[in-house]
């Protein structure tokens, strides 16, 4: 296979600082791999507590003194929008560069790309549409809520559609008026430079976007560490989430975290067979199954569960895999040597445990690169590996039940709660069951197809908070409540009596 370079590739990757491309202070670096070849592409600055400082430093002058958190909400607005403008440019060299780093498939990526711009418009439109609350108390007081930035918001975001991830976050934080210190994933720093450009030409202020890159217990440790940045929004692993909580803890930080998933799709007997099949192998297929809310154990009711599993196994088996770059390509190479590691162990692991009836290791034709087969274990019992931890690859349990109540046990009995995919056409099942399973969110007879306007987040270990629509907002500004007395001062007296019993005999409650 002949190895798509994308051209023009930077000689370093950098971090930016206060407006201007900057190599590490001391110097460090670590090595940028691609998925296809698993070769060293290019060095990027590993960030350590020193760039940290100096990026927290900046981000924090821009906040206290620069004009971007003092500007009308129109006025950040147009930045936002030429931001999405920008993005929407380049989306065709956005998606090359990062399927060349991700191994994502070229139309998704693409997809993600346009989406990363859709956040940015999102966010522009609702800062002008903000309106916030205010309350009356008839002849006494005027009560409203003052919003207001927080300061320098720390952002950690993970491999997966990095780029798209980074903008879920970076929109909301900017559009209210924070500054940021940007970490992104170590596996795939490639396309978060872009962003400076972006922004610059957009005309963003220097200082209000920062980027760091470098590895989590480095630069993201320093970044959740520092006492100048309130607020941490995390995108990635629970177990990452749990370190970053407890390094969080003395300095009360905000917080918002989006972490793993173990997603149950449930089809019953009387669901659009054909439907489910189609949604269940997009869910857990697309985006590499390197996907958060992948749909990566599928309930089946019995009565049509062999018919579902030959269906299923056989359409995993005719799924695409290829060379990224290939727009027919359906499953690209995994993001990296060591996450190609983990899958390719859950799949020897899962054929002790189930019945392997698709894929189940390297596909054939690739001798080279992090290609998995898409997997398929069927008669996955619910104390399975498979069935319990998130293994973020093309990797799919499918198991039985008889009854609502056993799906429900099955679909809650994992530490996980971010997505559920329900598959019924009966109307009273499917929202008796919609609002008894453990998931943030639920699709009914549908893939995972979301309106920006939603709650996006998980219950149990999936994570903490909502982000989304408002709940951003709300995340990354304070909510000032003013209160202005209308009417006569009313006020309990202190201290003008005359001395007397430390008992009043007036007083109803002396406590
Ligand atoms: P990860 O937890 O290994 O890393 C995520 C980010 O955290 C990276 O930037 C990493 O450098 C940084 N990090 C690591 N250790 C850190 C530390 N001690 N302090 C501060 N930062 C640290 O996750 P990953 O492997 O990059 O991403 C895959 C995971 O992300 C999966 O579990 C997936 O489900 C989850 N995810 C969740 C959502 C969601 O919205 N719920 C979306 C995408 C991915």
């Known amino acids: 296979m002949t190895r798509h370079i994308p051209e023009g590739l930077p000689d370093r990757i950098r971090h930016f600082i206060d407006g201007e491309f900057v190599d590490s202070v001391g110097g460090e670096t670590f090595d940028v791999l691609d998925p296809v070849s698993n070769e060293t592409y290019v060095q990027a600055a590993a960030g350590q507590k020193a760039d940290i400082d100096r990026a927290v430093a900046a981000a924090r002058r821009a906040f206290t003194e620069g004009s971007w958190p003092r500007m009308l909400p129109r006025e950040r607005s147009r930045v936002l929008h030429r931001i999405a403008d920008g993005v929407e440019a380049q989306d065709a060299r956005l998606a090359e560069l990062e399927t060349f780093d991700t191994g994502l498939p070229i139309t998704q990526a693409l997809g993600q790309a346009r989406r990363a711009a859709e956040n940015f418009r999102f966010f522009a439109d609702l800062i002008v549409a903000q309106a916030d609350d205010t309350y009356k108390v008839p002849g006494r007081q005027v009560n409203y809520v003052n919003r207001k930035p927080i300061g320098v918001a720390g952002l950690i975001t993970p491999w997966n559609t990095p780029f798209m991830l980074e903008s879920w976050k970076l929109a909301p934080a900017l559009a209210t008026g924070n500054t940021v210190v940007l970490k992104p994933a170590e596996f795939t720093p490639l396309s978060a430079s872009l962003w400076a450009d972006i922004f610059r030409e957009a005309g963003l202020p220097d200082g209000v976007f920062n980027l760091v890159n470098g590895l989590g217990e480095e630069a993201g440790d320093a970044l959740v560490k520092h006492p100048d940045v309130p607020l941490i929004s995390f995108t990635g692993e629970s177990r990452t989430g749990q370190i970053i909580f407890g390094n969080a803890a003395p300095f009360l930080k905000g917080l918002s975290m989006e972490l793993g998933g173990k997603s149950p799709a449930v089809v019953f007997a009387d669901a659009d067979l054909d439907a489910a099949v189609d949604a269940t192998i997009f869910g857990v297929f697309s985006l590499n199954g390197e996907r958060c809310t992948a749909g990566s154990r599928i309930l089946v009711e019995r009565s049509i569960y062999d018919e579902f599993v030959e269906k299923y196994a056989a359409q995993a088996k005719r799924v695409v895999v290829g060379d990224p770059h290939d727009p027919k390509t359906e499953v690209g190479a995994l993001v990296h040597p060591e996450h190609y590691e983990k899958v390719m162990s859950y ?100 893939n995972n197809v979301r309106d920006l306007r939603t709650p996006f987040g998980g219950v149990k270990a999936s994570g903490l908070g909502h982000e989304g629509g408002y709940r951003s907002i709300d995340f990354y500004t304070d909510q000032q409540a003013v209160h202005i007395t209308l009417g006569a001062v009313h006020n309990p007296t202190f201290g003008k009596q005359e001395h007397h019993d430390e008992t009043d005999p007036d007083d109803p409650d002396p406590r």
Not at 348 to 373: C, H, M, Q, S
Not at 397 to 418: H, M, Q
């Open 347 to 446: 799949v020897e692991i899962g054929k002790a445990e189930g019945r392997l009836v698709a894929g189940g290791g390297r596909p054939e034709g690739f001798p080279t690169g992090n290609y998995v087969a898409p997997t398929v274990f069927a008669d996955v019992p619910k104390d399975a590996r498979i069935f319990q931890e998130e293994i973020f690859g093309p990797v799919v349990a499918i198991t039985p039940f008889d009854s609502d109540a056993e799906a429900l046990e099955l679909a809650n009995g994992v530490k996980y709660g971010l997505a559920a995919y329900i598959w019924t056409n009966d109307l009273k099942r499917a929202h008796n069951f919609a609002q008894a399973v453990e998931a943030g969110m639920v699709w009914l007879n549908s």
